[in-house]
């Protein structure tokens, strides 16, 4: 057990430390990229991304999720291994080429961006030579992120030496594109060292097409409110209402991309606890994931509404103000979004539950597209935020009532109070900042760094004092108290 909590610990940081570096590197570029290029380039960049994704999420299937588990149940045999990541990868080629195929004729007679949605193509390209998913499998996270770490530092530098004005918008849009394709290209020398590439019938490629199509609709849902979201913004209202989204969106990523972390380390870890029948360790694993997402978001949640009216004017600029609210609304969603992900990753995927997954996401997704019709118009911006907010709320609750008896939410109200009182305690602190400093850059960075400390030894102090199970055992896990 100590073993595979260090493995899981280990992997985490890493991609925690990803994560952090995601966090960083928006503070060097955004305030600079925001200013320059405008919101209403932005705009641009953000809805032809938002159609080259979609072509994206269709060449990919659902080989992210079905590949990192199938991988994750037969890493002990090296012949089932060959077989099995040849097979899905022959499959995911085949479709990404089909795809890209397919993206070419939108690009030549349907766009009104031609050259932008050119460039945006180089995502879909990615496609053919994207295998994340095999080394997610076999649980070996370090090379994924020392790749992205090492591409994203290159293309930030790239933009910050290139982009000068709004007529730099399709170098931007080259520079993250291109560096993507390379990403993808730099790790295969890394996969040969692991496994091969063999000779297999037709028959058993198209094998996997089924469940890559059962786990690909609820990729197409979840992309509802990742990217159909803006393009709905964009046509109903403004192209500078999708920059504002956009801006905040970009804050988002930073909890949700560490709750995400979580949820990409242990779905393998789980797929092969499933496998194996370890059921001790299942229930181990799931509190402590639980209650880490639901004291992180909720932490998050009212940290981001704490300093967002000091935040977004220095971070992107006078122009982008109409974000602060857009912001602290959206921030509502994280304990949601933190619940549904440790659910779909830790109960529903890794034991092949892929039906209440798919038809709660689908709900979501019907929820969040009607709402969306109703509020945009009235609401612009602030109307998508509202319509994901409610979405994500019906995914948890549908998630959770398939996994009640496994899960017991009860186990974990003092945990939730626990947290909220910490979160109040830290909202103290951080108005009490403001008051005194104003909204200065020295302000915001003393607003963030005591009010998290505030929030976090708030939250040990009480978890230590405590009888409530989950709350201490998480604090000792965390801290590798014995």
């Known amino acids: 057990m100590d073993k595979k909590m260090n493995t899981i610990k280990k992997n985490f940081a890493y991609n925690a430390i990803y994560q952090i570096l995601v966090i960083i590197l928006p503070i060097v570029t955004a305030p600079f990229v925001s200013r320059v290029l405008g919101p209403t380039k932005m705009g641009q960049y953000s809805y032809t991304y938002s159609i080259a994704t979609y072509f994206l999420l269709i060449a990919k299937l659902g080989f992210d999720n079905y590949g990192n588990r199938s991988i994750a149940r037969r890493r002990s045999s090296k012949g089932d291994l060959d077989k099995t990541f040849s097979g899905i990868y022959y499959l995911q080629f085949i479709i990404a080429f089909s795809i890209m195929c397919l993206y070419s004729i939108y690009v030549l007679f349907i766009s009104k961006y031609s050259t932008l949605a050119l460039m945006q193509g180089l995502w879909v390209l990615g496609a053919l030579f994207d295998i994340n998913w095999f080394f997610y499998g076999l649980e070996e996270f370090s090379i994924i992120i020392l790749r992205n770490t090492l591409v994203k530092i290159i293309s930030i530098v790239l933009i910050f030496c290139i982009v000068r004005g709004p007529n730099d918008l399709w170098k931007y849009t080259l520079i993250l594109s291109a560096s993507s394709v390379a990403g993808f290209l730099i790790t295969w020398p890394f996969v040969f060292s692991k496994v091969k590439l063999v000779k297999i019938q037709l028959k058993e490629i198209f094998s996997h097409f089924r469940q890559t199509i059962l786990l690909f609709i609820p990729v197409i849902a979840i992309s509802v409110f990742t990217i159909l979201d803006k393009i709905m913004l964009g046509y109903m209202s403004s192209f500078t209402q999708v920059g504002y989204f956009e801006a905040a969106e970009k804050v988002m990523m930073a909890p949700k991309g560490i709750i995400g972390a979580l949820g990409t380390v242990m779905l393998p870890r789980m797929a092969n606890l499933y496998s194996s029948g370890d059921n001790k360790n299942k229930r181990v694993f799931i509190d402590l994931s639980v209650g880490f997402a639901l004291v992180f978001s909720i932490g998050c949640m009212f940290g981001i509404m704490g300093v967002a009216e000091t935040f977004v004017p220095i971070f992107f600029g006078p122009k982008y103000l109409a974000t602060t609210m857009i912001l602290k609304i959206m921030a509502i969603v994280l304990p949601f979004y933190a619940i549904g992900n440790v659910v779909r990753t830790q109960l529903l995927i890794p034991n092949m539950r892929d039906k209440p997954y798919i038809n709660s996401v689908l709900f979501g997704a019907i929820v969040n597209v009607t709402l969306n019709f109703v509020l945009i118009p009235k609401l612009g911006a602030r109307g998508t935020v509202i319509a994901t907010i409610v979405a994500e709320i019906v995914i ?32 103290f602190v951080i108005f009490l900042v403001k008051v005194i400093l104003g909204n200065s850059l020295l302000s915001l960075l003393l607003q963030i760094v005591i009010g998290g400390m505030t929030f976090a030894i708030t939250f040990i102090l009480i978890s230590s004092k405590s009888r409530d199970v989950i709350s201490t055992k998480m604090v000792n896990t965390i801290i590798r108290k014995k």
């Open 396 to 427: 948890a609750v549908f998630q959770l009532l398939a996994v009640l008896r496994e899960l017991k939410p009860n186990y974990f109200v003092m945990t939730v109070l626990y947290s909220l009182f910490s979160s109040g305690t830290m909202l």
